[in-house]
């Protein structure tokens, strides 16, 4: 049982280049969310998928968009990145209410130069 | 708006050494408390979740409590593979139904042997 995979797990981009970050889920959960961990800030929800085909933005969408693919998958895009965008992003998943908690992925590490 | 504040920031205990995680809230309506542990250059690893207060919940040597402002979580004769940062979350009544927690900055533990 995989829980949340991320992929990639390490990524250095430039200035102005664009990325997709991957994330696939295999508990049939219907929520699914994007963090940004950063030293003292902890996480930051970017954006959050409640169910299937819907997203809302969280406490820092900026530069962001997010696609739910389908139940299993949901996808974090950069357009431009920029240096400010250099962080740990964390996938999960919950059911609806998450009163059970989150079950995170492993993190992709990403630096923009 | 909910707050989450973990203190000490950072803990160094030795191998045996029993001591306690604080973690104060403020929360409109608590639906549930989430700690987390995390591991270097990994995701959160949901450990308890804690729904009203005087619940308590264990997990080996850990212990959870929780009062109406704050938790505890208490380890008890800990060794260094509990060494960890330890994340704590709540979830409260929010408008619209999305039931995002809010996440603390998290206590970093390491413990000698």
């Known amino acids: 049982n995989a829980g949340v995979t991320q992929t990639p797990k390490f990524q250095v981009l430039k200035t102005g280049q664009s990325m997709t970050l991957q994330c696939a889920q295999d508990?049939?959960?219907?929520?699914m969310y994007w963090y940004r961990q950063d030293p003292g800030m902890g996480l930051r929800l970017i954006y959050y998928?409640?169910?299937?085909?819907?997203?809302d933005k969280g406490e820092v969408p900026n530069g962001y968009n997010v696609s739910r693919l389908n139940k299993r998958e949901f996808s974090l895009r950069l357009e431009s990145a920029a240096p400010s965008q250099t962080s740990v992003y964390f996938c999960?998943?919950?059911?609806?209410?998450?009163?059970?908690?989150?079950?995170f992925g492993s993190g992709t590490r990403l630096t923009v130069v | 708006e909910d707050q989450v504040t973990q203190s000490p920031e950072a803990l160094r205990l030795q191998e045996g050494e029993s001591s306690s995680l604080n973690c104060s809230y403020t929360?409109?309506?608590?639906?549930?408390l989430f700690w987390y542990r995390q591991d270097p250059g990994k995701g959160p690893e949901f450990l308890f979740t804690?729904?009203?207060a005087g619940e308590e919940k264990e997990k080996e040597r850990l212990k959870a409590t929780l009062t109406k402002k704050e938790s505890f979580l208490h380890i008890t004769a800990p060794k260094p593979e509990d060494s960890a940062t330890y994340l704590c979350?709540?979830?409260?009544?929010?408008?619209?139904?999305?039931?995002?927690?809010?996440f603390g900055r998290g206590t970093s533990l390491i413990v000698h042997p």
């Open positions: 998928s409640a169910s299937e085909g819907t997203t």
């Open positions: 804690l729904y009203s």
């Open positions: 929360v409109s309506g608590l639906r549930g």
């Open positions: 979350a709540v979830q409260g009544d929010q408008s619209g139904g999305s039931y995002i927690p809010t």
């Open positions: 508990m049939n959960h219907n929520s």
């Open positions: 999960a998943s919950s059911e609806a209410s998450g009163v059970n908690g989150y079950t």
